[in-house]
T-cell receptor
């Protein structure tokens, strides 16, 4: 079974509007972390935001926030006030066993393409 | 400060040849990771280093793939007898420490094309 699922093939948003990018995950490990990365057309992977499974509050980082619904196993990224420079591929990723450190790798979803329209 | 660097940025090689891909992590980062990104498979984990040792090599697709890290810094990923299915972008990442929410900082990648 896929550990990270990103089903939206492509998203469009008007400049200055908010957009939500969906991510669901599958793990039986109680200790995990969820990450979002942005990959513009230039190819570099840019870290955006992190949410730990034990964090009491949803993570926020500037215009990025994470809508973390643990019972539903979803970790959707919300981008507020979209800008043209937000056009990119967005990847959701998970690291398991974060408390024991037994697993260090990131498992990525397939990604979502976001296009911001002027 | 300097980010993660990788060389070469592009590599075209003939099927059957060996290639070496290099990664220079951010100074002081103890953890180093190799991933590969291809159209069909998305982003796949290959190998992880903590210092010079590799506790997790589970993602290496075959024994044609190997990697080493020296001096707790530079890492080299070697692919022997390259095949066309090895064509992909190979990404290196490093993190300050291994654990929790320590984010991984990625390099620009090496685009490998096997003809």
């Amino acid at each position: 079974a896929q550990k990270i699922t990103q089903t939206q093939p492509g998203m469009f948003v008007q400049e200055k509007e908010a957009v939500t990018l969906d991510c669901t995950y599958d793990t039986s490990d109680p200790s995990y972390g969820l990450f979002w990365y942005k990959q513009p057309s230039s190819g570099e992977m840019i870290f955006l935001i992190y949410q730990g499974s034990y964090d009491q509050q949803n993570a926020t980082e500037g215009r990025y926030s994470l809508n973390f619904q643990k019972a539903r196993k979803s970790a959707n990224l919300v981008i507020s006030a979209s800008q043209l420079g937000d056009s990119a591929m967005y990847f959701c990723a998970m690291r398991e066993s974060i408390r024991t450190g037994a697993n260090s790798k990131l498992t990525f979803g397939k990604g979502i393409t976001l296009s911001v329209r002027p | 400060g300097a980010g993660v660097s990788q060389s070469p940025s592009n590599k075209v090689t003939e099927k059957g040849k060996d290639v070496e891909l290099r990664c220079d992590p951010i100074s002081g980062h103890t953890a180093l990771y190799w991933y590969r990104q291809s159209l069909g498979q998305g982003l796949e984990f290959l190998i992880y280093f903590q210092g010079n040792s590799a506790p997790d090599k589970s993602g290496l697709p075959s024994d044609r793939f190997s990697a080493e890290r020296t001096g707790g810094s530079v890492s080299t990923l070697t692919i022997q007898r390259t095949q066309q299915e090895d064509s992909a972008v190979y990404l290196c990442a490093s993190s300050l420490f291994d654990g929790g929410g320590s984010e991984q900082y990625f390099g620009p990648g090496t685009r490998l094309t096997v003809t």
